[in-house]
């Protein structure tokens, strides 16, 4: 009975577990890398028939699509080459038909341009409307457009509805930017914001007789700006729907558009 050895203790057990667990883990290891036993997470090898083509220099149709650009996408980004394919930007111009075009814009003559700027007759700027587009009229004549544009100035929103509405605001805004951007000092837009900015609606039926007013009003050294719609609405995209003209004195602008209808 004394010669009977103890029984083992609970951590020689688990020692004598792990050492087990390793040495046949190994083992088994071993074996699948020379190829006895299955290797679970290794990728299967590719089927002959799926590769017997492979270097196959023929090509299906459908692969062959891929040798054409696809040009049908949308232009999210909306760049300048989308707005000029799209007609809602001009061509820039050479360096001198630009100095031509600012010429005839402020005056190719400065005994014409210092006889308004000293003069104290009324001045007012036109909307020339085409009415052969469909455009629905709202409120025609915002109230207030120049918001903030100058921080002296105070412009409130416009509470306008419709499309007529909408581009004559456009037309207003880039004939008043016109005038900052060239001329900032002008007197002539001092004039016109001191005696409460008067802007008169007027209509045509032609995009053609936009362009002929459009170059009236620069041969006598008046800003002109044609508004291109961006057609995401009523109309199609690059359409001129309006022709903003001035502001200037009035016997300059009715030398202009004269003979045109209100709106």
């Given at each position: 009975m004394s010669d009977l050895r103890p029984?083992?203790?609970?951590?020689?057990?688990?020692?004598?577990?792990?050492i087990v667990a390793c040495l046949s883990g190994y083992m088994f290891g071993i074996a699948s890398s020379l190829g006895f036993f299955p290797i679970p997470f290794m990728p299967r090898a590719p089927k002959e028939r799926g590769i017997a083509n492979y270097d196959d220099e023929e090509e299906s149709e459908e692969e062959e699509i891929d040798a054409e650009i696809l040009d049908h996408a949308p232009n999210w980004a909306n760049g300048f080459e989308a707005d000029k394919r799209d007609g809602l930007r001009f061509v820039s111009k050479k360096p001198a038909d630009k100095k031509k075009d600012s010429e005839k814009q402020f005056g190719s003559t400065t005994a014409e341009k210092a006889d308004w700027e000293n003069s104290d007759e009324e001045c007012k700027m036109v909307l020339v409307v085409r009415t052969d587009l469909g455009m629905t009229k709202g409120m025609l004549i915002p109230h207030s457009l120049f918001s903030k544009i100058h921080k002296n100035k105070r412009l409130t929103e416009i509470s306008a509805v419709g499309k007529i509405a909408a581009q004559c605001s456009h037309a207003t805004l880039a004939c008043y930017k016109n005038f900052l951007r060239?001329?900032?000092?002008?007197q002539i837009l001092r004039r016109w914001e001191r005696q409460g900015q008067a802007k008169v609606a007027l209509q045509v039926k032609s995009e053609e007789d936009l362009n002929v007013l459009e170059a009236k009003a620069l041969s006598l050294g008046v800003v002109a700006e044609i508004i291109a719609d961006a057609g995401r609405t009523q109309i199609a995209s690059g359409s001129h729907t309006v022709l903003g003209i001035g502001p200037a004195p009035k016997s300059v602008i009715d030398q202009i558009t004269g003979s045109l209808k209100l709106l």
């Amino acid at each position: 009975m004394s010669d009977l050895r103890p029984p083992p203790t609970p951590v020689a057990m688990i020692i004598g577990t792990a050492i087990v667990a390793c040495l046949s883990g190994y083992m088994f290891g071993i074996a699948s890398s020379l190829g006895f036993f299955p290797i679970p997470f290794m990728p299967r090898a590719p089927k002959e028939r799926g590769i017997a083509n492979y270097d196959d220099e023929e090509e299906s149709e459908e692969e062959e699509i891929d040798a054409e650009i696809l040009d049908h996408a949308p232009n999210w980004a909306n760049g300048f080459e989308a707005d000029k394919r799209d007609g809602l930007r001009f061509v820039s111009k050479k360096p001198a038909d630009k100095k031509k075009d600012s010429e005839k814009q402020f005056g190719s003559t400065t005994a014409e341009k210092a006889d308004w700027e000293n003069s104290d007759e009324e001045c007012k700027m036109v909307l020339v409307v085409r009415t052969d587009l469909g455009m629905t009229k709202g409120m025609l004549i915002p109230h207030s457009l120049f918001s903030k544009i100058h921080k002296n100035k105070r412009l409130t929103e416009i509470s306008a509805v419709g499309k007529i509405a909408a581009q004559c605001s456009h037309a207003t805004l880039a004939c008043y930017k016109n005038f900052l951007r060239k001329d900032p000092k002008s007197q002539i837009l001092r004039r016109w914001e001191r005696q409460g900015q008067a802007k008169v609606a007027l209509q045509v039926k032609s995009e053609e007789d936009l362009n002929v007013l459009e170059a009236k009003a620069l041969s006598l050294g008046v800003v002109a700006e044609i508004i291109a719609d961006a057609g995401r609405t009523q109309i199609a995209s690059g359409s001129h729907t309006v022709l903003g003209i001035g502001p200037a004195p009035k016997s300059v602008i009715d030398q202009i558009t004269g003979s045109l209808k209100l709106l």
